[in-house]
């Protein structure tokens, strides 16, 4: 079945960055399209940056200029570079595919920037 693992979350100081990663397992991401979101408590989960199966990239207004969105087909990986982080960016950062009309989720990542 497919599977989806995130990593790379932790703790950073405002304007630091940090690297995420999300590990597929039971199905090829160069395949399908692949998004990053992230949720805060009490709000709804918010897409943040997303890759088509062709490689057109798409990212909400806030992430737009600091992240960046990639995948190494080799690794079966697909990773949220983020740059210039700030307090706001704190969240739950979840990976998402769509296969024939089924959402599957990792199981998240927390981001918390704090000085």
């Known amino acids: 079945q497919v599977q989806l693992a995130e990593s790379g979350g932790g703790l950073v100081q405002p304007g630091g960055s940090l690297r995420l990663s999300c590990a597929a397992s039971?199905?090829?991401?160069?395949?399908?399209?692949m998004g990053w979101y992230r949720q805060v408590p009490g709000k709804e989960r918010e897409l943040v940056a997303s890759i088509t199966a062709g490689g057109s990239t798409t990212y909400v207004d806030s992430a737009k200029g600091r992240f960046s969105i990639s995948r190494d087909n080799a690794k079966n990986t697909v990773y949220l570079q983020m740059n210039t982080l700030k307090p706001e960016d704190t969240a739950v950062y979840y990976c998402?595919?769509?296969?024939?009309?089924?959402?599957?989720w990792g199981q998240g990542t927390q981001v918390t920037v704090s000085s």
């Open positions: 039971g199905t090829d991401v160069s395949l399908h399209n």
């Open positions: 998402n595919t769509r296969i024939a009309w089924i959402d599957y």
